[in-house]
């Protein structure tokens, strides 16, 4: 992680703030900005955990600070050492270290087992802006809490950050949602980030998800998640990336669209190609239709790219999609408030009836896509090659990037969404 100090500002300045606040100390609000405040906490951080308070926050201060970036903090088992008291003293609570450590016997502890201690806190923050540093902690810290969920890579994107999948349940009816084709509208990427993380809790405690019982979804389904198909541009959106050659060559292609601001309407790849207008799925007539539009080259949105699939982000998708084999899919966008479920004349079994549950769930509308972003899309193309039912969700109202502040709202809209989509397919549990 990058070196912050005083003056520093952006997304891993909201991240330390974070982290701060959550270890019991005030870095002032949490705004990005790294000022007055934020120095004194840190050097009483620093101070605290026996580190130089040089205010400087490097390697190693970043390295004392993963427990509250992560959530967890990991300990090796002395002689006398007892689940409770353990828990005690990190805040956390006897289940969920029994949760993390599964087959552990607090009856006979063996001295020098390594545990993960879970910290009193959720994984997942709802009130910062996103990177994929965060992105990369929260995929760490859910795994190590719930060792249920199973977590892996399906590709790279072009500067190399992991596409992570993250998925739950053991059931055959498999689903998957994915988040963040488009750089701003990164606020999709919390969103199945908290849903992942809320589902794991309700599992856990034989509770509920939207009036579900969790265990039962997790019997019958599993829900495969792909938080943040195009990290790069997550990162070149909120301002983890704001220098070096990417960020150079990005702003350079943007000001050849310059109606679009920059970086804030940033939809687009790295490589300036759009995510979603990247499948094999009339994507010449995409093509055409963007072209006319004066989308001709590489910039901040709606460039179709050279050919499908040159983009690593939408073939990670692709080639996952086809491995799990999916009985429905889950696209999620901002914003309108919008399901779109139609390729064509195609009408997969029951995707009509599914989508006006999904509405009701969410008032969100059931429509038909309009016929100028009609092509090349994902949902497009598995609606073609799958025939099954494939939805683009467009949440929330506003400008892109939609502010996090509006998360609660759109979470609230959602989380119906969300948990239908995974029992509601053709031959799914509760049809
Ligand atoms: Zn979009």
Not at 38 to 44: F, G, H, R
Not at 110 to 135: A, C, E, K
Not at 190 to 216: C, M, T
């Given at each position: 992680m990058?070196i912050?100090?005083?003056?520093?500002?952006?997304?891993?300045?909201?991240?330390?703030?974070?982290?701060?606040?959550?270890?019991?100390?005030?870095?002032?609000?949490?705004?990005?900005?790294?000022?007055?405040?934020?120095?004194?906490?840190?050097?009483?951080?620093?101070?605290?955990?026996?580190?130089?308070?040089?205010?400087?926050v490097g390697p190693l201060t970043h390295r004392?600070?993963?427990?509250?970036?992560?959530?967890?903090?990991?300990?090796?088992?002395?002689?006398?050492?007892?689940?409770?008291?353990?828990?005690?003293?990190?805040?956390?609570?006897?289940?969920?270290?029994?949760?993390?450590?599964?087959?552990?016997?607090?009856?006979?502890?063996?001295?020098?087992?390594?545990?993960?201690?879970?910290?009193?806190?959720?994984?997942?923050?709802?009130?910062?802006?996103?990177?994929?540093?965060?992105?990369?902690?929260?995929?760490?810290?859910?795994?190590?809490?719930?060792?249920?969920?199973?977590?892996?890579?399906?590709?790279?994107?072009?500067?190399?950050?992991?596409?992570?999948?993250?998925?739950?349940?053991?059931?055959?009816?498999?689903?998957?949602?994915?988040?963040?084709?488009?750089?701003?509208?990164?606020?999709?990427?919390?969103?199945?980030?908290?849903?992942?993380?809320?589902?794991?809790?309700?599992?856990?405690?034989?509770?509920?998800?939207?009036?579900?019982?969790?265990?039962?979804?997790?019997?019958?389904?599993?829900?495969?998640?792909?938080?943040?198909?195009?990290?790069?541009?997550?990162?070149?959106?909120?301002?983890?990336?704001?220098?070096?050659?990417?960020?150079?060559?990005?702003?350079?292609?943007?000001?050849?669209?310059?109606?679009?601001?920059?970086?804030?309407?940033?939809?687009?790849?790295?490589?300036?190609?759009?995510?979603?207008?990247?499948?094999?799925?009339?994507?010449?007539?995409?093509?055409?239709?963007?072209?006319?539009?004066?989308?001709?080259?590489?910039?901040?949105?709606?460039?179709?790219?050279?050919?499908?699939?040159?983009?690593?982000?939408?073939?990670?998708?692709?080639?996952?999609?086809?491995?799990?084999?999916?009985?429905?899919?889950?696209?999620?966008?901002?914003?309108?408030?919008?399901?779109?479920?139609?390729?064509?004349?195609?009408?997969?079994?029951?995707?009509?009836?599914?989508?006006?549950?999904?509405?009701?769930?969410?008032?969100?509308?059931?429509?038909?896509?309009?016929?100028?972003?009609?092509?090349?899309?994902?949902?497009?193309?598995?609606?073609?090659?799958?025939?099954?039912?494939?939805?683009?969700?467009?949440?929330?109202?506003?400008?892109?990037?939609?502010?996090?502040?509006?998360?609660?709202?759109?979470?609230?809209?959602?989380?119906?969404?969300?948990?239908?989509?995974?029992?509601?397919?053709?031959?799914?549990?509760?049809?």
């Open positions: 990058k912050l100090r005083f003056g520093s500002r952006g997304p891993l300045v909201e991240l330390l703030q974070l982290a701060l606040t959550r270890a019991g100390y005030n870095p002032g609000p949490i705004d990005g900005v790294f000022g007055g405040r934020t120095l004194a906490a840190v050097q009483n951080f620093q101070r605290d955990m026996g580190l130089v308070p040089d205010g400087i004392t600070l993963m427990p509250w970036y992560t959530g967890y903090v990991t300990h090796t088992i002395r002689r006398g050492d007892t689940l409770y008291h353990l828990a005690l003293q990190y805040g956390s609570t006897v289940r969920a270290i029994e949760t993390a450590n599964p087959g552990i016997d607090p009856l006979s502890l063996s001295v020098g087992r390594i545990v993960v201690i879970p910290l009193g806190f959720d994984v997942v923050p709802t009130n910062i802006n996103y990177s994929s540093t965060l992105i990369g902690y929260i995929v760490r810290g859910l795994s190590a809490r719930y060792p249920f969920l199973n977590v892996g890579e399906m590709g790279r994107s072009v500067m190399g950050r992991p596409l992570y999948y993250i998925s739950t349940g053991s059931g055959s009816n498999r689903v998957f949602y994915n988040a963040s084709h488009h750089a701003n509208e990164w606020i999709t990427t919390p969103l199945l980030l908290k849903f992942l993380e809320d589902f794991a809790k309700a599992y856990v405690s034989g509770g509920n998800i939207y009036n579900i019982p969790a265990q039962d979804i997790f019997n019958a389904s599993t829900i495969y998640i792909a938080p943040a198909v195009n990290p790069d541009g997550i990162d070149l959106v909120t301002g983890e990336l704001d220098s070096g050659t990417y960020f150079e060559s990005a702003r350079a292609l943007s000001r050849n669209y310059p109606d679009i601001p920059f970086p804030s309407g940033w939809k687009a790849n790295i490589r300036g190609v759009d995510t979603n207008l990247q499948y094999p799925a009339g994507w010449e007539q995409a093509r055409q239709i963007k072209f006319a539009e004066g989308f001709t080259r590489p910039g901040p949105r709606d460039y179709v790219g050279s050919g499908p699939l040159v983009a690593p982000e939408s073939l990670a998708i692709y080639d996952f999609t086809l491995e799990i084999d999916p009985a429905l899919i889950l696209a999620y966008h901002t914003q309108g408030g919008v399901i779109y479920w139609k390729f064509l004349d195609y009408n997969p079994a029951g995707s009509e009836e599914i989508g006006r549950r999904l509405s009701e769930a969410s008032g969100y509308a059931l429509e038909e896509t309009p016929y100028g972003s009609g092509f090349a899309g994902y949902k497009d193309w598995f609606i073609q090659d799958f025939n099954r039912p494939g939805y683009t969700i467009e949440a929330g109202r506003g400008v892109n990037p939609l502010p996090i502040s509006q998360f609660d709202s759109i979470y609230n809209e959602n989380i119906g969404i969300l948990t239908l989509a995974a029992i509601l397919t053709p031959g799914g549990p509760l049809v």
